[in-house]
């Protein structure tokens, strides 16, 4: 199935290349930069590049393309969520996901890349597994292989290969028993010069970290699990009670998982948290222009909006921007002609603007269209699809573990059109 892997960074190299049948290449990667050269923005390359002999498939996480290499025909989804899987293996084993942590963890990467794809198919890829095959680095551990020669991979067989929960491995035992639930939304949307909604949709996860001693078995139910559509389970929900009851039951692995992912795509459901009021304009044969922007928040229940950024790409035609912020600081790159705006937190009492004047080109045309306004956001404990969890129960086991629940929306793709 995947015959190679190759790592390719922000500037176009190749850092680590990994193969499973044969050897394929690196010249193969060159239809990867064409497509890469032709997309206006990182994140738009193709997920799927046919070429002469092979497939590329990648995903784009931490500036980092991660390219798989096809012979044959699978279904895409099954690859790009295995190379997803990868990043988080990554992230979980050394904290963050970069070219440096990769590059100072070569040994563990490639220990770990032979342990979840066995001859090109997917093998080992739960994290409980993978850390009983393969010990995460530690300084000492590190230091002591570097003296003794030894590796991190284990001598015994994990123990959840043998059993009927593979994804939970035996005799765990915790002092202070806790399961903790997030359930964060990332709303993208797209907002015309009106205020109307073009677009909208929800793409929400629940991620947990249960540390319970023993075998427990726990239900999750929602108040409002109707609103959950196209939903993706971890393989430890019980899919035959979810389907009669709305109840998610299952036996939960050890530690970080992401439980479910979900979509929610009806309009009428998608509520916008935020409005802009905006006012850019651009005179013929005038070398000034005009830029009115305000924020406010919308429907957001009374929680605040926060780590708001704005950014936006204006016309090649602007020299410069003299503008004045009433929160926060801005930048606007003269080479890039990219306006970034950091809002922080905004006060529905005193709603941030930033106004001002940009300096045109002498004798150049009015540009063709206004710029578009992105937009990124947090909103603490609140779910902008109105998703709410019922309860949590355990059984199977006897005592009482400490429950929490912490809700999240932030911004994805969220762009206005002026």
Not at 18 to 37: L, N
Not at 52 to 78: D, G
Not at 106 to 122: A, H, I
Request: charged fraction near 20%.
């Amino acid at each position: 199935m995947i015959h190679s892997l190759f790592l390719i960074n922000a500037s176009g190299d190749i850092f680590l290349e990994k193969h499973w049948k044969s050897v394929v290449s690196r010249s193969v990667c060159d239809y990867f930069f064409e497509a890469q050269e032709r997309a206006t923005e990182p994140e738009n390359v193709p997920p799927v590049i046919s070429t002469p002999h092979h497939y590329l498939i990648s995903v784009l996480r931490h500036r980092i393309y991660f390219v798989a290499v096809i012979q044959s025909e699978v279904p895409p989804l099954f690859v790009i969520e295995f190379l997803h899987r990868v990043v988080d293996t990554f992230q979980d084993y050394f904290g963050v996901c970069t070219e440096a942590a990769i590059k100072d963890n070569v040994v563990v990467v490639y220990e770990l890349l032979e342990e979840m794809l066995d001859n090109g198919f997917p093998l080992a890829t739960e994290s409980n597994i993978l850390k009983e095959l393969i010990k995460p680095p530690t300084i000492l551990r590190t230091m002591v292989n570097t003296i003794t020669g030894s590796t991190n991979v284990g001598e015994q067989l994990p123990t959840g290969q043998l059993s009927v929960v593979p994804w939970r491995r035996t005799g765990v035992k915790y002092t202070n028993n806790e399961a903790y639930f997030d359930v964060v939304e990332e709303i993208d949307a797209i907002i015309d010069k009106s205020g109307s909604t073009i677009t909208a949709e929800i793409q929400g996860v629940i991620d947990a970290c249960v540390k319970l001693t023993g075998m427990p078995d726990l239900t999750l139910s929602f108040m409002n699990p109707r609103l959950l559509d196209d939903v993706s389970f971890h393989p430890c929900v019980r899919f035959k009670r979810w389907e009669a009851e709305r109840i998610l039951s299952f036996i939960p692995p050890d530690g970080n998982f992401r439980l479910l992912s979900y979509h929610v795509s009806s309009q009428n459901l998608v509520a916008i948290p935020v409005y802009v009021k905006h006012n850019i304009t651009f005179r013929e044969g005038s070398s000034q222009g005009r830029f009115d922007l305000t924020l406010g928040p919308k429907q957001t229940m009374g929680k605040a909006v926060e780590s708001v950024l704005v950014s936006s790409q204006l016309p090649r035609g602007v020299l410069n921007a003299n503008l004045n912020p009433s929160q926060g600081t801005y930048t606007f790159d003269p080479v890039t002609k990219l306006l970034t705006w950091d809002v922080g937190k905004i006060n529905p009492q005193k709603l941030p603007s930033l106004k001002g004047s940009m300096s045109l080109q002498a004798g150049a045309s009015k540009p063709d269209e206004n710029p578009t306004i992105n937009i990124q956001f947090k909103i603490q404990q609140m779910a902008i699809s109105g998703l709410k969890v019922n309860r949590l129960d355990m059984y199977g086991e006897k005592y009482k573990p400490f429950k929490g629940i912490k809700y999240m929306t932030k911004a994805g793709k969220f762009q206005v059109r002026t």
